[in-house]
Nanobody, 121 residues
Framework: QVQLVESGGGLVQAGGSLRLSCAASERVSKYAMGWFRQAPGKEREFVAAVSSSGRSTTRADSLKGRFAISRDNAKNTVYLEMDSLKPEDTAVYYC???????????????WGQGTQVTVSS
């Protein structure tokens, strides 16, 4: 079973940037990888996904231009670059592995424990 560990979260001021990392316990080159987030009192929502090869990415429309996903299969690691952060980006960010780059959480059978991102105004 694939184990995923997120890192890079923390407290940042509005307008700042963070880079989240997701390290896998084994080779994940056959999996699509996604990032989701969940704010207090809200449902988990799709952020971005990248295909197994890294050649194709998808993002939530509301985040285009600020968030970017990438992967390094040699390091079994996926990244989420977040720029121009806003207080409403505050959430726990989860990394997930699946077989598609679709935006449904149910398409991803493997999940990390999450990393907290807090954006202060």
């Amino acid at each position: 079973q694939v184990q995923l560990v997120e890192s890079g979260g923390g407290l940042v001021q509005a307008g700042g940037s963070l880079r989240l990392s997701c390290a896998a316990s084994e080779r994940v080159s056959k999996y699509a990888m996604g990032w989701f987030r969940q704010a207090p009192g809200k449902e988990r929502e799709f952020v971005a996904a990248v295909s197994s090869s890294g050649r194709s990415t998808t993002r939530a429309d509301s985040l285009k231009g600020r968030f970017a996903i990438s992967r390094d299969n040699a390091k079994n690691t996926v990244y989420l670059e977040m720029d121009s952060l806003k207080p409403e980006d505050t959430a726990v960010y989860y990394c997930a592995a699946g077989l598609t780059t679709r935006s449904m959480a149910s398409d991803y059978p493997y999940w990390g424990q999450g990393t907290q991102v807090t954006v202060s105004s």
